[in-house]
């Protein structure tokens, strides 16, 4: 049997130690064909790789968006507070922190690279390659 949607609950606690490791799992899961999530009390916690991630226009909150491999090129956030095209998000600088859904469908891509969302558990979604 192959899982292609994993979740992970608990994962985000008293260890920093053990959420870095949890986070660095989740690219693990994804550079494995399948798609991990961290679910806490009130974020999701997600890998999008060489792909595009849509949320619903229902979606209310903040999203966080960071690279997770050391540059994220053609990094395109559409329909959010504050849009971005075409840009690299570096590992060491946190351009994506805090941004806000705005009613609208919302489209976050990244060309080449990793970056990591953290969003509402309330949001609704779709990942296509």
Do not use: W
């Amino acid at each position: 049997m192959v899982f292609k949607k994993i979740k992970i609950y608990g994962a985000l606690g008293v260890r920093i130690d053990h959420s870095i490791a949890n986070l660095q799992i989740l690219r693990y899961i994804k550079q494995n064909n399948a798609q991990g999530y961290i679910v806490g009390m009130n974020e999701v916690i997600t890998v999008v790789e060489n792909e595009k991630i849509i949320f619903d226009e229902s979606c209310t909150g903040t999203i966080s968006i960071f690279a997770l491999s050391k540059q994220a090129f053609g990094v395109d956030l559409e329909q959010l507070k504050y849009e971005i095209r075409t840009k690299t998000f570096e590992y060491s600088f946190p351009i994506g922190v805090s941004n806000e859904f705005t009613g609208k469908e919302a489209k976050i891509s990244v060309k080449d690279g990793s970056l990591i969302l953290v969003f509402p558990t309330t949001a609704d979604f779709i990942i296509k390659n």
